[in-house]
């Protein structure tokens, strides 16, 4: 995942509309895990 796409992808609305159904967790362990990559966005 690029390391931008959250910042592009995950708006505030976005943000609330996962907490709502539960998935903020997981998405926030993916853009985590983009932000601690080494490598270059592709």
Do not use: C, L, W
């Not at 690029?2 to 592009?8: E, G, L, Q, R, V």
């Not at 903020?24 to 592709?42: C, I, L, N, T, W």
């Amino acid at each position: 995942m690029s390391k931008h796409y959250a910042a592009i992808a995950f708006t505030d609305d976005v943000r609330a509309v996962q907490a709502d159904h539960g998935s903020q967790e997981f998405y926030g362990r993916k853009v985590a895990a983009a932000k601690s990559s080494a490598d270059p966005d592709p």
